[in-house]
């Protein structure tokens, strides 16, 4: 089975624009001539939710319930995934990124340098940067490690991905190379890792005082994840469709209103 990298959504696509992000789609020819926008934005995703064993106030997944795509919330959602409601928007999306998880977990067996064998194998020539997971999460620790195998391999290029699975992160935190850049994603089982490391976060706020109240600024270009030093939290506005009356939905409602 072939796994499937994504060109950049919408979101991704201003990375492309960002000066800063900018510099790492670019390449320099022998002559020393630098081209612009050679290399691309790509995402590798899974089914929300489904591979993501440390999601919390977020979960959210899509379940085919009498042969039609549902979200189904978690127990403790308080903010619910977006990516789940696009897997129920576009079958395409949800196909995509079930064939991924299905392909992967076909080959855990062959332990992380299989994993990334396979990965390896269908990165697409041309990328400059990969976001792993607009979607779902680091669903072992040989997958994770594997990813870390596939950074080392192609140092070219800019990986970066948020995460929950914080254990994961912690106990490699010495050999995770400089291309492989990780953010905390604060609303998972395992968020009081967070502060006991010091983990670079980024939280989900209700509106643009929240975020000034928590003193940081939001991203809305995935440029401080792409670029991440180690030590860059950020927030990121509530998006997507919420549950009705939930206070994460009269939040999405009044940031709707005020455009
Ligand atoms: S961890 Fe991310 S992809 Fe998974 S349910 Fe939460 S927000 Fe969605």
Redesign the pocket.
């Known amino acids: 089975m072939t796994l499937k990298f994504n060109p950049a959504n919408s979101k991704l696509a201003k990375l492309y624009k960002n000066r800063r992000t900018k510099r790492l789609l670019a390449m320099v020819t022998p002559s020393g001539k630098v081209l612009q926008n050679v290399l691309k934005v790509y995402s590798f995703d899974l089914p929300?939710?489904h591979?993501?064993p440390s999601?919390n106030l977020?979960?959210?997944?899509v379940d085919i319930i009498d042969g039609k795509r549902k979200i189904v919330d978690g127990s403790n959602t308080v903010f619910r995934?977006?990516?789940?409601s696009s897997e129920v928007r576009f079958p395409a999306i949800y196909n995509n990124r079930k064939l991924n998880f299905d392909a992967l977990r076909a080959v855990v067996s062959l332990g992380k340098e299989g994993i990334a064998r396979v990965i390896n194998h269908d990165l697409p020539s041309d990328a400059g940067i990969v976001r792993i997971?607009t979607?779902?999460?680091f669903f072992t620790r040989d997958y994770f490690r594997a990813w870390l195998i596939v950074a080392r391999q192609n140092p070219h290029i800019t990986f970066y991905a948020?995460t929950?699975q914080l254990k994961f992160w912690i106990d490699d935190m010495d050999s995770i190379p400089e291309n492989f850049r990780l953010t905390a994603?604060r609303?998972?089982t395992q968020d009081d890792l967070i502060d006991l490391h010091n983990l670079p976060e980024a939280r989900v706020v209700y509106s643009e005082s929240e975020a000034v109240e928590l003193g940081l600024e939001i991203d809305d270009d995935d440029s401080h994840a792409c670029l991440q030093d180690g030590s860059t939290s950020f927030g990121l506005l509530i998006h997507g469709t919420q549950p009705k009356g939930s206070e994460a939905g009269k939040a999405l409602q009044l940031l709707k209103s005020a455009k």
């Open positions: 929300a939710g591979s993501c999601a977020c979960k959210s997944r995934c977006y990516a789940a997971h979607s779902g999460d948020y929950k994603s609303g998972g």
